[in-house]
């Protein structure tokens, strides 16, 4: 079955500091994966997409990894603001059919 | 439009009611998505139009559930008979090609409350 994974379910951290948001999927065969930010009440936002054969793209103070050999993905947020206060979405897509998201991870930054 | 519009915002409706959500996916994008996202819950696919046709309706829960797509443009969920677990945002998205390999830009969401 092909699922998305994510951890932590949520997280709190002090605005300024760093974190690290994982994914793992068993989708297969895969095509590529993206990282979404939800905040709420909005749609979700495009942060990053990559294919299999990139390891890392970065947009600002986000960085996605991918490990296309262990089925793993990671969203480094850097010098976090209060702003960055969201849903994170893990999504990976086979070729022609329906995306198969993660339930998310949930980041709460702090004064 | 500049971005994926969808109407209304919000929703309050008695149960056995038909509702009727609309999707003004982004001028040009072929490809036009329906999700339900429950409170705390990912994203559930429901259905996937290319152009007016759609190769995939798997996602969609029961037959109250149907959407259409005309004009290659606007759609519209219409759910009948609402039940109180139909309550939940509903998300559209459009992709200029199949989302599998295209960007995917979604709209605000329609909320449902279902009483």
């Known amino acids: 079955k092909n699922q998305v994974e994510q951890s932590p379910q949520s997280l709190i951290i002090l605005e300024g500091k760093n974190c690290t948001l994982q994914?793992?999927?068993?989708?297969?065969?895969?095509?590529?994966l993206r990282w979404y930010k939800q905040d709420t009440g909005r749609g979700p936002v495009s942060l990053t997409i990559?294919?299999?054969?990139?390891n890392t793209k970065s947009n600002g103070r986000y960085t996605a990894t991918l490990d296309a050999d262990t089925k793993q993905s990671s969203l480094h947020i850097t010098a976090s603001q209060l702003s960055d206060s969201a849903s994170y979405i893990c999504v990976v897509s086979l070729l022609n059919t329906p995306l198969v998201f993660g339930k998310g991870t949930r980041l709460s930054v702090i004064a | 439009g500049a971005g994926v519009s969808q109407s209304p915002s919000n929703k309050v409706t008695e149960k056995g009611k038909d509702v009727e959500l609309r999707c003004d996916p982004i001028?040009?994008?072929?490809?036009l998505y329906w999700y339900r996202q429950s409170l705390g819950q990912g994203l559930e696919f429901l259905i996937y139009?290319?152009?007016?046709?759609?190769?995939?309706k798997s996602g969609l829960p029961s037959d109250r559930f149907s959407a259409e797509r005309t004009g290659g443009s606007v759609s519209t969920l219409t759910i009948q008979r609402t039940q109180q677990e139909d309550s939940a945002v509903y998300l559209c998205?459009?992709?200029?090609?199949?989302?599998?390999?295209?960007?995917?830009?979604f709209g605000e969401g329609s909320r449902l409350t279902v009483l």
């Open positions: 139009f290319q152009g007016n046709s759609a190769p995939d």
């Open positions: 990559m294919t299999f054969s990139e």
């Open positions: 998205a459009s992709s200029l090609i199949p989302a599998g390999v295209g960007e995917l830009f």
């Open positions: 001028s040009g994008h072929t490809a």
């Open positions: 994914c793992n999927y068993t989708v297969s065969p895969f095509s590529n």
